[in-house]
């Protein structure tokens, strides 16, 4: 029975917080789903309707952000003011992403569109919400559409698989994934790229990674389960664009070596915010001293 009972505490203590985080992420869509009856709602979730609750949403998760991970917010004056792509570093759960959303919310009154995985839209009872905070599948006539109409549209090229196997050294795994990058082309947007710092100290996952890695690619589901939730520091930085360039034609488009040349540049740039703003091999004792380090902003 105490050995039970220690493996339980252990257990609780690897994964509370990570489960704390989902608990309120699903608390989320329920209060969403009572505002929307009470108020009874039938608007686009993306319209305007909903930006006094999007506003209570953002609240919470940029007190819990400041509390928890004394997050910050810097470079939002890179951030175009029409569309644009922006391009980040996909941690071990993606909590930063969401600080960053919330931030932008209550700073801009701005709405970004995010891409996620397929699986994603397969989970229970969160419908409502992706709608509301603009989550859309990764189809480039989606993207499209939406730089159309003037949204920021944000993508993690590694997505689920860099948030499974990337570990402290923060290596990017975008394969060959361009797609991003064309969509850019035809677009006519900059693509911005964007990381934070201790991503990987706050939340991590084991490192036997054989078996999770062929169940992964078999199945392109998570199964690995993420576990830590310190409260190290958050830091998000927002590098500048990297502008749209007129002389691409629509032929060269079509071209492989134009688009990797435009995505290596984008590679090389997230890459560049790495070096810059985080130690490597991350640590997760410096990430927690860094929370009373007062002259680095």
Not at 29 to 55: F, G, H, M, T
Not at 141 to 152: R, S
Not at 258 to 281: E, G, R
């Amino acid at each position: 029975l105490i050995i039970a009972s220690l493996t339980i505490s252990a257990i609780l203590v690897f994964f509370i917080v990570p489960l704390t985080i989902v608990f309120f992420i699903y608390l989320t869509n329920i209060l969403l789903l009572i505002y929307q009856r009470n108020n009874e709602l039938k608007a686009d979730p993306l319209s305007d309707v909903w930006n006094s609750v999007r506003k209570t949403i953002a609240s919470f998760w940029d007190i819990y952000a400041r509390i928890w991970h004394g997050y910050e917010l810097h470079g939002v004056k890179n951030l175009p003011e029409g569309p644009g792509i922006l391009v980040y570093y996909h941690g071990a759960i993606p909590i930063d992403y969401l600080y960053f959303l919330s931030r932008l919310f209550l700073w801009k009154k701005r709405l970004c569109l995010s891409v996620a995985d397929h699986f994603v839209f397969r989970l229970p009872g969160l419908r409502l919400l992706l709608a509301v905070t603009g989550v859309i599948p990764g189809s480039r006539e989606e993207c499209l559409v939406a730089l159309k109409n003037g949204y920021l549209v944000s993508i993690s090229p590694g997505g689920v698989r860099e948030a499974l196997f990337s570990d402290e050294s923060y290596q990017l795994m975008w394969g060959n994934r361009k797609g991003f990058a064309q969509v850019a082309l035809e677009a006519k947007v900059p693509i911005i790229p964007m990381y934070t710092q201790n991503v990987r100290e706050g939340y991590r996952m084991f490192k036997e990674r054989r078996f999770f890695r062929q169940l992964y690619e078999s199945t392109r589901l998570p199964f690995t389960p993420p576990y830590g939730g310190l409260p190290v520091k958050f830091r998000t930085y927002i590098g500048k664009p990297i502008p749209y360039d007129p002389n691409i034609t629509a032929e060269e488009l079509v071209e492989k070596v134009s688009k990797f040349l435009f995505s290596f540049q984008t590679k090389t740039a997230v890459q560049a915010l790495i070096s810059k703003h985080q130690t490597i091999p991350g640590s997760i004792w410096k990430a927690l001293l860094e929370r009373f380090d007062k002259r680095r902003k």
